[in-house]
């Protein structure tokens, strides 16, 4: 089955990960490149990340990567107070196919909230892609905003980092903790990725992560398979599990042909195709 990879990311010097060096075992752009050939991935989204200090200058690595490659269609890193008009045109000018936010918290929220007011026609414009890594308690700060991005495709990371679960959580305790992410299932543009499910096991390298199939289940109901998107979270995934692993995520095994094709890949190629 062809696929797109909604979430990896590519470091020039490698993530650090939990042993600090990559776990990719390489160079990780040389790693995905063998990956993506083997597993038949022909699109994916990387996503920018330069929220530390050595992870400066990732956006520029991306853009030179994408400027090579046109099966990367690179997320730049914004921090949550985003960047004005002139940034935003110098990202799209550099091939940027949208931006990428992290926000753990409400301030960080109401910071992205209050620039994506005065940035949305712009991002509209672009129809950008704009990935959220947002905690639960993130998202619900963020329904005003997201609904004013309806030329986007507005993409939640990780199942919505609802945290880490040593036991299998009941439907009720699922649908409570994701219910300001669930609640955003009414705009039409808002999407999910089912990716890091690793970031929801604890420990994280239980797969096949039994404790994130009650939250896939969710999702699947409240969103539909046509705005679940799969990723690998390449490289900081292979700390946890292989990623062949990453290939099949719980929670998935119910779907018809027609589903599978579109989360693990279809979607994807279709909000990258409304550029």
Same mark, same amino acid.
């Given at each position: 089955?062809? #696929?797109?990879?909604?979430?990896?990311?590519?470091?020039?010097?490698?993530?650090?990960?939990?042993?600090?060096?990559?776990?990719?075992?390489?160079?990780?752009?040389?790693?995905?490149?063998?990956?993506? #050939?083997?597993?038949?991935? $022909?699109?994916?989204?990387?996503?920018?990340?330069?929220?530390?200090?050595?992870?400066?200058?990732?956006?520029?690595?991306? !853009?030179?990567?994408?400027?090579?490659?046109?099966?990367?269609?690179?997320?730049?890193?914004?921090? !949550?107070?985003?960047?004005?008009?002139?940034?935003?045109?110098?990202?799209?000018?550099?091939?940027?196919?949208?931006?990428?936010?992290?926000?753990? $918290?409400?301030?960080?929220?109401?910071?992205?909230?209050?620039?994506?007011?005065? !940035?949305?026609?712009?991002?509209?414009?672009?129809?950008?892609?704009?990935?959220?890594?947002?905690?639960?308690?993130?998202?619900?700060?963020?329904? *005003?905003?997201?609904?004013?991005?309806?030329?986007?495709? @507005?993409?939640?990371?990780?199942?919505?980092?609802?945290?880490?679960?040593?036991?299998?959580?009941?439907?009720?305790? @699922?649908?409570? *903790?994701?219910?300001?992410?669930?609640?955003?299932?009414?705009?039409?543009?808002?999407?999910?990725?089912?990716?890091?499910?690793?970031?929801?096991?604890?420990?994280? $390298?239980?797969?096949?992560?039994?404790?994130?199939?009650?939250? @896939?289940?969710?999702?699947?109901?409240?969103?539909?398979?046509?705005?679940?998107?799969?990723?690998?979270?390449?490289?900081?995934?292979?700390?946890?599990?292989?990623?062949?692993?990453?290939?099949?995520? @719980?929670?998935?095994?119910?779907?018809?042909?027609?589903?599978?094709? $579109?989360?693990?890949?279809?979607?994807? *190629?279709?909000?990258?195709?409304?550029?």
């Amino acid at each position: 089955m062809p #696929r797109a990879d909604a979430h990896l990311h590519l470091f020039a010097d490698g993530y650090p990960g939990r042993y600090g060096r990559s776990p990719a075992g390489g160079d990780e752009f040389a790693v995905y490149q063998t990956l993506r #050939r083997e597993h038949d991935i $022909d699109r994916a989204l990387v996503v920018g990340y330069e929220g530390a200090p050595e992870f400066a200058g990732n956006n520029s690595h991306l !853009a030179r990567l994408a400027a090579e490659h046109d099966w990367i269609a690179p997320l730049a890193y914004l921090p !949550a107070t985003g960047t004005d008009r002139r940034g935003l045109d110098r990202l799209r000018s550099a091939g940027f196919a949208g931006v990428a936010a992290y926000l753990p $918290d409400p301030a960080s929220a109401d910071a992205f909230a209050d620039w994506a007011a005065t !940035a949305g026609g712009s991002l509209n414009d672009a129809a950008a892609v704009v990935s959220l890594n947002a905690t639960p308690e993130a998202a619900g700060r963020l329904g *005003r905003a997201l609904a004013a991005l309806d030329g986007c495709a @507005v993409l939640f990371s990780h199942l919505g980092l609802p945290g880490r679960h040593a036991a299998v959580p009941t439907p009720e305790a @699922v649908a409570g *903790r994701l219910a300001p992410l669930t609640d955003l299932a009414r705009l039409p543009h808002v999407g999910v990725k089912v990716s890091g499910l690793y970031a929801v096991s604890d420990p994280a $390298d239980a797969y096949p992560h039994a404790a994130a199939r009650p939250f @896939v289940d969710l999702l699947l109901d409240r969103f539909g398979p046509a705005r679940l998107y799969w990723g690998s979270d390449f490289s900081p995934s292979l700390d946890h599990v292989s990623f062949a692993q990453t290939l099949h995520p @719980v929670g998935l095994d119910g779907l018809s042909a027609a589903e599978a094709a $579109d989360v693990h890949g279809g979607n994807l *190629r279709r909000a990258l195709g409304r550029r």
